[in-house]
């Protein structure tokens, strides 16, 4: 009898740290191929079997990820087959991803279900940056030239924007401000100052890069004491507050990651020891919607409704799982989670095994590339644990998350909960007024600065009626009121439309 069960046999990852030169100028694509062939090694196959590959996933490049976005120096127009040239490989398949750090687990999800239902014999996932070389060549003026043109089928998913006209004309398009206006709200729900904040997440973020330090893939290997993140300093400046620039990804990254996918069958046949084998157990994808449309901006209800079907659908509490990787592109990102699963964030138990977005380096939208790579090597030499993996994307807006074992799972491999996305559309969502005027309170907030200078405020409040407004602080009295101490949330300002956006003023008058 056929066993098509889905395991990843193989993962590989690079990072480039070297002095640059026109010779060592990496495209992306690049980089992923000095993962794949560190992948291919480590399969440890008896034959080699580049060329059985059927399928390749190519995750969508960060410079990519907006309509027409290619990057200085251009792209392949087919990237995935231009990755399979360079490894000996000619898919029946070739997939360029959606934008989105849910991606790559999303990509491994996707995969199970066709390995398992006989679709595909031998699927590989890649993705990589090189988003430090393209500025360090536009610095030096390296003539660089990355375009290719490359024949074949081409599964190109586009990019799709995650936000509408009215969050845009307020600036929520920018991760860095959007992820502060949850990080504010999360705070003051949890009764905490922003200094206390500061001082929460600099202990959280000081031991992400403790692991990334050691880690030999890491962009910024490089300890970070909880005193360092704390202070506002010339090398720790603020982005958007609550967010200081080691709170935040830091994508001047030159990192690639591959992954390797089979049945159990296809291993056997490739000579694949079992010893490579690491089964996925559980698996769960559901989306959010428009950032204005959530009720509650400091929780996360698809991290809620996703973590809690794949735990329970393995029967395990989180305090079962022995290994995880937490998407950490923010602070609030590993603390939604944390909540959202019960876990204490405070808990002695690594949350990441790669050391986060802000330390290991953030590969764009293939960031969890390197962290189920990094988790499945783990996951060989201790048999006996599970891992658990959460990928976001968005703005808190997917979820992609997968449990894993060397262990063979009792049942087959299975989506937790098929009727997940069906729960979540059917939440309640917040009524938004776009033309605000009259008297309103703040429901969360972020200032914005540039160069050290805070440039523009962004308020999230509500009327008297309840109906949520977005508006901005543009005036110098404001900004300096958003600069200071006090506490602004459940604060009444004037709000007034103007143009295309709302404006909020603390003069009541």
Same mark, same amino acid.
């Given at each position: 009898m056929a066993n098509t069960t889905p395991i990843l046999v193989a993962s590989g990852q690079y990072v480039f740290r070297d002095t640059l030169t026109p010779e060592n100028a990496l495209a992306p694509v690049d980089i992923a191929a000095e993962a794949v062939k560190v992948a291919l090694a480590s399969a440890q196959a008896t034959e080699p079997f580049a060329e059985q590959i059927d399928t390749i996933a190519f995750i969508r490049g960060f410079v990519d990820s907006i309509p027409s976005g290619a990057g200085p120096f251009g792209m392949s127009n087919n990237i995935p087959r231009s990755l399979a040239k360079r490894i000996g490989a000619n898919p029946r398949s070739a997939i360029y991803g959606r934008e989105g750090g849910h991606s790559p687990q999303r990509f491994v999800n996707e995969f199970a279900e066709k390995i398992a239902a006989g679709e595909m014999s031998l699927g590989l996932i890649a993705g990589a940056e090189a988003t430090c070389i393209m500025k360090q060549a536009l610095k030096a003026g390296l003539p660089l030239d990355w375009r290719e043109q490359v024949d074949g089928q081409l599964d190109d998913r586009g990019c799709h924007l995650l936000f509408t006209d009215?969050?845009?004309?307020?600036?929520?398009?920018?991760?860095?401000?959007?992820? /502060?206006?949850?990080?504010? /709200?999360?705070?003051?729900?949890?009764?905490?100052?922003?200094?206390?904040?500061?001082?929460?997440?600099?202990?959280?973020?000081?031991?992400?890069?403790?692991?990334?330090?050691?880690?030999?893939?890491?962009?910024?290997?490089?300890?970070?004491?909880?005193?360092?993140?704390?202070?506002?300093? /010339?090398e720790n400046y603020w982005v958007a507050r609550p967010y200081t620039k080691w709170m935040v990804a830091q994508d001047a990254v030159n990192q690639g990651a591959a992954l390797l996918m089979c049945s159990v069958d296809k291993a056997i046949e490739l000579g694949i020891p079992e010893s490579q084998w690491v089964y996925l157990h559980s698996y769960a994808d559901v989306d959010d919607g428009w950032v204005s449309e959530r009720p509650d901006l400091a929780v996360s209800?698809?991290?809620?409704?996703?973590?809690?079907?794949?735990?329970?659908?393995?029967?395990?509490?989180?305090?079962?799982?022995?290994?995880?990787?937490?998407?950490?592109?923010?602070?609030i990102a590993v603390l939604a989670a944390c909540e959202a699963m019960g876990l204490d964030w405070t808990t002695d138990k690594p949350l990441t095994v790669t050391g986060g977005l802000p330390f290991f380096g953030g590969a764009g939208n293939s960031y969890s590339t390197h962290a189920i790579a990094s988790l499945t090597d783990v996951l060989r030499s201790k048999p006996q644990n599970y891992g658990l993996i959460i990928a976001n994307g968005g703005f808190l807006s997917k979820q992609s998350v997968g449990i894993y074992s060397a262990q063979a799972p009792s049942k087959p491999c299975h989506n937790a909960d098929p009727n997940l996305q069906t729960k979540c559309n059917a939440l309640p969502r917040a009524e938004l007024v776009e033309q605000a005027k009259g008297i309103g309170s703040i429901e969360t907030y972020t200032l914005v600065y540039n160069r050290g200078v805070a440039t523009l405020g962004m308020v999230v409040g509500h009327l008297d009626d309840g109906r949520r407004f977005f508006a901005n602080a543009e005036d110098e009295s404001s900004l300096a009121i958003m600069a200071g101490n006090t506490e602004l949330i459940g604060r009444k300002v004037q709000v007034r439309h103007k143009e295309n956006k709302n404006i909020v003023s603390f003069n009541l008058n």
């Open positions: 009215h969050e845009v004309n307020h600036g929520i398009t920018f991760p860095t401000q959007v992820y /502060a206006l949850f990080e504010n /709200a999360w705070r003051v729900k949890h009764g905490l100052s922003e200094a206390a904040h500061r001082k929460l997440a600099s202990r959280l973020f000081s031991k992400f890069s403790e692991v990334a330090a050691s880690n030999p893939y890491s962009q910024f290997p490089t300890v970070r004491s909880e005193a360092f993140l704390n202070e506002i300093s /010339a209800e698809t991290m809620r409704l996703s973590l809690n079907a794949v735990l329970a659908s393995v029967g395990k509490s989180i305090d079962q799982i022995d290994i995880m990787d937490i998407y950490s592109c923010f602070p």
